[in-house]
């Protein structure tokens, strides 16, 4: 339904996000990613917009710049697509997307 380009059984994540982004040619500072777990980490750590769902592993919790409110599989992917929508073309977006979030005293 989302019309976004999507790989599973992925064992190197990182590896499969540089190959995408290269491929799309977005640089990774442009990117936001959504992550719950541990082997979520690598990819968190190199895009430019780390982003977790509130149920997500600790670790994950304390690399995300951002927690989205909703959980995984119930609305946290289209939480955070509206928000971009919405903040679209403002140069402000990652203080906008901060903002609206729910804070996470990890966030770096």
């Not at 990819?43 to 919790?61: I, S, T």
């Not at 928000?83 to 403002?90: A, E, K, T, Y």
């Amino acid at each position: 339904k989302l019309e976004v380009d999507v790989l599973q059984g992925v064992q190197d994540k990182v590896g499969a996000l540089r190959e995408w982004a290269k491929a799309q040619g977005v640089p990774l500072s442009r990117i936001a990613y959504i992550g719950n777990d541990i082997n979520d980490l690598g990819c968190l750590e190199v895009v430019g917009f780390p982003v977790a769902v509130p149920e997500a592993h600790p670790l994950v919790l304390a690399a995300a710049r951002v927690v989205v409110s909703r959980t995984g599989g119930h609305g946290a992917v289209r939480e955070l697509a509206d928000r971009v929508l919405r903040d679209q073309g403002d140069p402000g977006l990652t203080t906008a997307l901060r903002s609206s979030a729910t804070p996470h005293e990890g966030h770096h």
